[in-house]
């Protein structure tokens, strides 16, 4: 049995009963003691369920999220329509902090994030060229008859309502692009950003090799929290736009790998540059 479909099994043991013990599991999935709790441990990490002696049970805010077979990539990520609507204020904020760096005549690279459909809805409709992997972001940029709006193809998923895979990183090698605005699910604790998609995280790399400046957009609630797959280390980022980073030895760490932070709660009227 492949990893990913004895996570699924403890989910759905999880929902089931509330709870899971380590030597049903054994007897359930055929393997060994140390390997279930490996795959406890991953998924507490995660944040999924608690772990308890013997066994698991479940972390209250995921339960009845099981992961799903036919989209293994994306076994515990919310959909696009609930991300939405989740700190909906902070990335409208971070959004408006970053047209403060588009230009007319820029190139911008748009990941399929929420809070660059964020940004998208709020783009003065002037001379830009945008390339995109999100279906809402061009459905939201195609009325503004002075962008130029982009879709890199790919596999559609509906799950993120975006596309993915080879196809859609083709095109990167093709344009001059000025600036990447991308997000993540979360910043960890050892540097890197990640995302809960593989595929969608490979593409991000992509992008991220393809553009010249990079702005990672971050609402405060993606800090120092598990994820799944490596994007990059966030010394190859640019300038960090977020709402809020209390952290001071964060900060310093970001500051000291040459990140600008630029933290909207501060200065909400201009940009706040935090150095050290």
Request: hydrophobic share 35%; charged share 25%; net charge neutral.
């Amino acid at each position: 049995m492949l990893p990913i479909e004895r996570q699924r099994r403890i989910m759905e043991e999880l929902n089931r009963n509330g709870r899971v013990l380590v030597n049903e599991l054994v007897n359930t999935c055929q393997v060994s003691q140390e390997t279930i709790r490996r795959d406890l441990a991953q998924l507490e990490k995660q944040g999924y369920l608690q772990r308890s002696h013997g066994g698991a049970v479940m972390a209250q805010r995921h339960q009845g999220n099981i992961p799903n077979k036919k989209n293994k990539h994306n076994e515990f990520e919310s959909t696009f329509r609930q991300r939405m609507n989740e700190n909906a204020q902070e990335k409208m904020q971070i959004a408006k902090r970053a047209l403060d760096f588009i230009t007319p005549g820029d190139c911008i690279l748009l990941d399929s994030s929420t809070t660059c459909w964020f940004l998208a809805r709020q783009l003065p409709d002037i001379e830009l060229t945008v390339l995109t992997n999100s279906l809402r972001a061009v459905q939201t940029l195609a009325p503004k008859g002075n962008i130029r709006t982009i879709c890199l193809g790919g596999e559609y998923a509906d799950h993120n309502e975006d596309f993915n895979g080879v196809v859609a990183e083709q095109p990167l090698k093709d344009f001059l692009i000025n600036k990447i605005f991308f997000s993540c699910s979360s910043l960890g604790n050892d540097g890197y950003l990640r995302s809960p998609n593989e595929n969608n995280a490979h593409l991000k790399q992509q992008m991220l090799l393809a553009s010249e400046r990079k702005y990672l957009l971050l609402d405060a609630s993606k800090f120092l929290r598990p994820s799944f797959a490596r994007i990059c280390h966030y010394r190859d980022v640019d300038f960090l736009i977020t709402d809020n980073l209390k952290d001071r030895e964060l900060q310093q760490e970001l500051a000291w790998n040459g990140v600008n932070i630029i933290d909207c709660s501060q200065r909400p009227q201009s940009m706040q540059l935090i150095n050290y």
